[in-house]
């Protein structure tokens, strides 16, 4: 799931979700709520491993510029 400069998700449960995006270190690059569907800028993050995690769920992507 390579992401260049935006990070794209949706969901159909129709609620306010919370995501957070973590780097490898475990450091947040990002934390933010979500209705349905996001858009995230990934244009000012490292090359890397991120984890998404998205309620109880988690997503591996890797960002390359």
Same mark, same amino acid.
């Given at each position: @799931?390579?992401? #260049? ?10 609620r ?19 209705l @349905? ?16 995690? %998205?309620? @109880?769920?988690?997503?591996? %992507?890797?960002? #390359?510029?």
């Amino acid at each position: @799931n390579p992401a #260049n400069a935006y990070l794209h998700g949706q969901s159909t449960l129709n609620r306010q979700q919370k995501l957070e995006v973590f780097n490898v270190l475990g450091q947040v690059i990002f934390s933010g709520n979500f209705l @349905n569907q996001f858009e995230i800028s990934t244009s000012n993050w490292e090359s890397g491993l991120y984890f998404v995690h %998205i309620d @109880n769920s988690v997503v591996k %992507i890797v960002v #390359n510029h």
